[in-house]
C-alpha cells in the first residue's frame, strides 16, 4: 500500500486553469498559498481524527500544494501504519502479519481520517480559498 492521499484537483475548472497558465509567478504562489490554507483544514481534521489512536500518523500528515491543486498525504518511514488504518475510506478491519511474520495474521480495527476529513469540509475548504485569495489580492469578490 502507499501513502494514503486526499486531494482537490483544479484541473476540472476550465477556465481557472486557463488563467493560472497565463499568470505570472506572484499570482501562482499566492494560488498555491490560498490552496495549501485549504489543505491545512483538511490536515488539521484528520490529525484530530487519528491523534487518539497513533501520533505517528498524525505527526506525518502533509500538506502540498502546486499550481493543479492541493494534496493531504500521511505516512512515510515513520508512519508505514497509516495507509491500512486509513483503510480506503471505509470502516471496518484489515488485516495484516505480526511484526511481518506472514505465518501469523491477526484482523484489526481501521481508524479512517483523511477521507472522512475531507467530507462536509469541501464547502469550508472552497471559501477559506477564496477569502484567503480576495485577502491576499485586495480584491473582494475576487471569484
Given at each position: ?48 481524527r487519528i ?62 481520517y ?30
Open positions: 500500500m502507499g501513502k494514503p492521499v486526499v486531494g482537490i484537483d483544479a484541473q476540472g475548472l476550465k477556465s481557472l486553469q486557463r488563467d493560472l497558465k497565463r499568470a505570472d509567478a506572484d499570482s501562482l504562489k499566492l494560488f498555491r498559498a490560498a490552496m495549501k490554507k485549504g489543505g491545512e483544514i483538511i490536515a488539521a481534521d484528520a490529525r484530530s491523534s487518539g489512536t497513533s501520533q505517528r500518523i498524525a505527526d506525518s500528515i502533509r500538506v502540498m500544494a502546486n499550481n493543479k491543486g492541493v494534496q493531504v498525504k500521511a505516512g512515510g518511514a515513520k508512519a508505514p501504519h497509516a495507509a491500512p488504518f486509513e483503510n480506503m475510506g471505509k470502516s471496518g478491519n484489515f488485516r495484516h502479519p505480526v511484526f511481518g511474520n506472514r505465518e501469523v495474521w491477526v484482523s484489526q480495527e481501521a481508524h479512517p483523511l477521507l472522512p476529513a475531507l467530507d462536509g469540509k469541501l464547502d469550508q475548504v472552497i471559501d477559506t480559498v477564496l477569502e484567503y485569495l480576495d485577502n491576499l489580492t485586495g480584491e473582494a469578490g475576487f471569484h
